[in-house]
């Protein structure tokens, strides 16, 4: 299995093939000078960051601290791809680097959650603040970032030119010398993204503001605003570009240095300033406190005939004033008097020369001192952990980045030298203690055998400075305060008189011979952890009062300018206490850092200068020498090489890395050291690269640990999958569990519903059946409560059963047989059903029809159950006539004229008398019937006259018509026979309107014969139709029996 480029078995077991790879990629020296053949040789030590540094390889290892030697060119080595490359990788997998170190730490803080810090040191000019760049840099681009961090990283990297053009200037040894400590904290949540940050700053070097050696400048802001500022602002500053007009710019007759641009840099600090939070009025007030400063430096004084100072100047002084908005006259006086108050009285002293330069001065400096303080502030406003965002700031660590002076000795060495050197004491005695000494004092509590490697302790110096009663700076301070005549000579005296016999401490009194040629009378000398140094005493005492005079003060807290009135308070014009001596303050400062320190887990930049002359490629062996040497890279390589480069608790440990190891995972319940003792053994721990001691386990080389911190990220996934898969099940059984109950709700739920409803439609049943059966019982009573039920039901019933059984012809008589509750209701219906079909039926007949059923009614309304023969003829058709127009005699038609004939029927007629037949036409007109003989009519029948018309009850054809008996022109009734007797009749009723002079006789029909005599026609049943003259003259008339079955 391969993990991050190696070989890794799937045991958990790394092969160690890293030895083989690292040599082959450090082709130059060794990259780890744990890696050194011969460890105690400091030759070696140098030859192999010369030769290193000849190829520009300018990063080593002593174990994790980085050594970085000042390539002083660009290197190609700080690109983004290159931070990529380092990011998440282990420390010595990949050639060495800063970002190495950044990440390393990142990861640390990040794994353990614990705070961290980088010190980084080396002398001026090694390139400390470079590498505090770089490190900034790596954080803001490769840590996650949420979307309003984005402007933190931008106010982290943009507070670096601001701080710089205030806080740094050119000195003989760096053409940008930090002129201040500096340590910043910054702030990480828990995804690593940086969220907040902090600025402590140290001893920012006043003096310079005042004062420049040779070849120095002041700080780079003056400089900046005469060549970058418009010409406009300089205006409103009064201000001319030309530096060499200002004496605090003078004095290092420097004011231009080649590589330093002030002119883009002026643009980079005014680009910075409103990002890192500066509103327009803040840049103003600055500029103008900046300004006044070099007024103030042009402000010149004369004496008075009694030794009196007084201002020659008016013009720069009416600047001050103005730029620092308090009033002229007032500064004046404050410039050139002084305060003092005794218990009864205020007393205003007159300065002389000397006295109001130096109160000048102290304004200048304790002005541009405060807003450097002031702009830190701000800074830290900026980049504060906004509280909103997170409810507790308390959880987040930090990693810090102490960038601060390093060890300097200048040709002439005064008080801020010898802050600067006290402050690399301390740090080396920090460095001693976190890494040397506990790391030796650990060995032997633990029962760890191991060579003692013998190093400089150098807490007698830091003694000898800082030592209550008896140190440097307590004698200092002593002597500020001593009432009497004090001076820097008295102050030599009294060092003299108190650390005579001190082994570290020599003055000119004090040395041999030898000592006395290279030091005046003037100097003390300490014999520091790194190298001797001349501190010359003069202007300590006043360094650290460091006082301004009390009515200057007063001038400056009325000020208008924002930026002073808040950095000279009233509170300390008024409070009579004394102000903390600067060379106490700087110690409780420093010790106060080195409890910040101390609570973190520390990781080294060692910076190294290569030459002094700022020459890329040019390596100064000597000078080297000199730094390998106080930077105590020797020692750091002994302990480490004899000592055990990683320690950590058994249980740490264990907890750690047990998942690498079957026996130990998940858990150990033996002791911790045998679980320890286990996994290493699993792991193929050689007997030399570790020792077991009482509560921790050490590890000779930083490599067998990120081996085992690799085998654990290869293990990871597995580990990560366990736990994913325990945990899914969990989930899905819990998903499953949740699931079930839902539905055994729903189910019992849903069932309990159902039952339910089910009951109720029972109990409805029953309800039903009980009123069904109730109301049977009670069906013949009225409609009442008890049978209503029923009653309806039955009704309802009846009336969709017979919407289904409805008869669908009038002659169909067919009807559903009715319940005894509705048969009311069911006549209705039928008469209301047949009413409606026979109109139906009567809207869809034809005239012709109509017609015929008109006559039909008629017929019926004569011969229904009347007649014998009626019902056979219902079934037949009545034609319209029985002799069409053409049978019909021309003669007799135009005989009848304009009477159209509308019905004719052939018939017989019997004569009254003999009864003889006679075979005829009879043809009904509208008023009058004719009977035809051929082509001869008859006879001619009135309707008006006609007075009946009978016909027998039985099934014969006879017809006799009355005659009117008045009428003698008749020969009597007439006597006919029709085959179509039932038409005939009907068709003559309705033409002669004659319906109720029909007459049916059932026996016998009487007529009138000729002249007043009458006769009889007999009727009798037969087998066939028979007409003739029966036995007692009457006509005799047999009808055929109809056959009604
Ligand atoms: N890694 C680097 N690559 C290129 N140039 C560098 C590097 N480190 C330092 N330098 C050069 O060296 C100069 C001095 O470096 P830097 O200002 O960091 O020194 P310092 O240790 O902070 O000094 P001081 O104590 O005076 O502040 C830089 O201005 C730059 O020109
Ligand atoms: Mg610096």
Redesign the pocket.
């Known amino acids: 299995m391969r993990y991050q480029g190696r070989e890794v078995d799937i045991e958990g077991r790394v092969r160690l093939v890293m030895e083989s790879t690292l040599t082959a990629r450090d082709r130059v020296g060794v990259q780890d000078f744990l890696l050194l053949e011969n460890h105690n040789s400091e030759a070696a030590f140098i030859e192999n960051l010369r030769r290193r540094f000849g190829e520009n390889l300018?990063y080593t290892y002593i174990g994790s601290v980085l050594v970085?030697v000042?390539?002083?060119?660009?290197?190609e080595i700080y690109s983004k791809p290159q931070m990529e490359r380092y990011k998440g990788v282990s420390f010595y997998e990949i050639s060495p680097h800063i970002y190495a170190v950044s990440d390393n730490t990142f990861r640390a803080m990040k794994t353990t959650w614990r705070d961290q810090c980088i010190l980084i040191s080396?002398?001026?000019?090694?390139?400390?603040?470079?590498?505090s760049k770089?490190i900034l840099l790596y954080y803001a681009v490769t840590c996650p970032t949420h979307d309003h961090m984005t402007t933190l990283g931008d106010r982290l990297l943009q507070s670096n030119p601001v701080l710089e053009a205030f806080g740094?200037a050119k000195?003989l040894?760096?053409?940008?010398?930090?002129r201040f400590g500096k340590y910043m904290d910054v702030q990480f949540d828990f995804k690593g993204a940086p969220v907040g940050g902090h600025i402590l700053n140290y001893l920012l070097e006043k003096s310079r503001v005042v004062h420049q050696n040779h070849g120095e400048r002041n700080f780079h802001i003056f400089y900046q605003l005469l060549d970058g500022g418009s010409n406009d602002l300089l205006q409103t500053l009064d201000l001319e570009r030309n530096p060499q007009n200002y004496q605090y710019l003078v004095k290092g007759s420097c004011s231009r240095v080649s590589?330093v641009s002030d002119k883009n840099n002026w643009k980079v600090v005014m680009n910075a300033l409103p990002v890192i939070g500066f509103t327009e009025e803040d840049i103003q007030n600055v500029l103008n406190i900046i300004a006044s400063i070099l007024h103030l430096g042009n402000t010149l004084f004369g004496e008075g005939e009694e030794g009196e100072a007084h201002i020659t100047t008016e013009t720069p002084l009416a600047n001050v004033a103005k730029l620092l908005c308090v009033d002229a006259s007032v500064l004046s006086n404050a410039l050139t008097h002084k305060k003092l108050i005794t218990k009864e009285e205020e007393v205003i002293i007159p300065l002389n020369f000397e006295q109001a330069m130096s109160a000048r001065d102290a304004l200048a400096k304790a002005v541009y001192g405060r807003t450097f303080t002031w702009l830190v502030e701000k800074i830290n406003q900026s980049l504060a952990l906004k509280d909103d965002m997170y409810h507790s700031n308390k959880a987040f660590p930090v990693i810090g980045l102490l960038?601060i002076?390093?060890f300097e000795v200048l040709e002439h060495n005064s008080f801020e030298q010898f802050c600067i050197n006290y402050c690399s004491e301390k740090l080396q005695q920090l460095f001693i203690e976190l890494t040397l000494r506990s790391e030796q004092e650990e060995y032997t509590t633990e029962g760890i055998a191991w060579e003692i490697v013998p190093y400089f302790d150098n807490k007698i110096i830091c003694d000898l400075i800082e030592e209550k009663h008896k140190g440097i700076i307590s004698i200092l301070n002593e002597e500020c305060l001593r009432p009497g005549e004090t001076s820097d000579a008295s102050f030599l005296e009294k060092l003299e008189d108190t650390l005579g016999n001190h082994p570290h401490f020599v003055t000119h009194k004090l040395a041999n011979g030898k000592t006395r040629k290279v030091m005046s009378r003037e100097e003390f000398r300490l014999l520091h952890y790194a190298g001797e140094v001349n501190y010359n005493v003069n202007g300590f005492l006043d360094k650290n009062n460091d006082s301004m005079n009390r009515n200057l003060k007063e001038v400056m807290c009325h000020s208008d300018n924002q930026i002073i009135s808040h950095c000279f308070s009233r509170e300390e014009v008024t409070d009579q206490k004394r102000p903390e001596m600067a060379a106490t303050h700087f110690k409780n400062s420093l010790l106060k850092l080195m409890e910040i320190l101390m609570t973190k887990e520390p990781s080294y930049v060692r910076?190294i200068k290569p030459n002094d002359a700022?020459q890329p490629g040019h390596f100064d062996e000597v000078l080297v020498r000199h730094q390998v040497r106080y930077l105590g890279l020797m020692e750091n390589l002994r302990v480490r090489r004899a000592g055990f480069a990683y320690r950590r608790s058994f249980e740490a440990f264990l907890q750690r890395y047990k998942p690498l190891c079957p026996e130990t995972w998940p858990n150990w319940d033996g002791r911790l050291e045998d679980g320890v003792a286990t996994l290493v053994n699993y792991l193929g721990y050689q007997p030399e690269e570790y020792k077991l001691g009482r509560s921790k386990i050490f590890i000779h080389l930083p490599k067998t640990l990120f081996l085992t911190e690799d085998a654990l990220q290869a293990k990871k996934p597995e580990i990560a999958l366990t736990l994913q898969t325990s945990w899914r099940g969990y989930r899905e059984r819990a998903k499953y569990k949740r699931i079930r109950h839902a539905i055994i709700v729903i189910q019992s739920a849903w069932r309990g519903m159902k039952g339910r409803r089910r009951a109720r439609r029972r109990r409805q049943a029953a309800e039903l059946i009980r009123r069904f059966i109730k109301g049977f019982i009670y069906r013949h009573e009225d409609y009442c409560p008890e049978n209503e039920y029923f009653l309806d039901h039955v009704r309802y019933s009846f009336l969709i059963k017979l919407s289904k059984h409805l008869p669908t012809s009038v002659l169909d008589k067919s009807w559903l047989a009715s319940p005894p509750s509705v048969t009311e209701a069911s006549e209705h219906l039928w008469k209301l059903h047949m009413r409606n079909m026979v109109m139906k039926y009567c809207n869809g007949i034809q005239p012709e029809w109509k017609n015929q059923m008109t006559q039909k009614v008629v017929a019926s309304e004569i011969f229904k159950d009347q007649k014998e023969n009626y019902p056979q003829s219902v079934g037949r058709l009545f034609l319209d006539t029985r002799i069409e127009h053409d049978q019909i005699n021309l003669k007799v038609l135009q005989t009848l004229g304009s009477d159209k004939v509308q019905y004719g029927v052939p018939v017989t007629k019997y004569d009254r008398r003999g009864f003889k037949p006679r075979s005829r036409q009879l043809l009904l007109s509208n008023t009058f019937a004719v009977l035809v003989e051929k082509t001869k009519i008859k006879q001619k029948i009135d309707y008006a006259s006609l007075g009946g018309i009978s016909v027998s009850s039985l099934s014969d054809g006879m017809v006799v018509l009355h005659m009117p008996t008045e009428d003698n022109k008749q020969k009597g009734d007439v006597l006919l026979h029709c085959n179509h007797v039932i038409e005939l009749v009907t068709k003559l009723a309705l033409i002669a309107r004659m319906l109720n002079y029909i007459n049916i006789k059932p026996g016998s029909i009487r007529y009138a014969g000729a002249r007043g005599t009458e006769g009889i026609v007999d009727f009798v049943r037969g087998s066939e139709l028979k007409v003739a003259k029966g036995k007692r003259g009457h006509l005799l008339v047999t009808a055929p029996r109809i056959n009604t079955t």
């Open positions: 300018i970085s000042n390539p002083y060119k660009e290197l080396g002398e001026s000019g090694s390139g400390k603040t470079e590498a770089k740094n000195t040894r760096n053409d940008n010398s930090s590589s960038d002076y390093g910076c700022k």
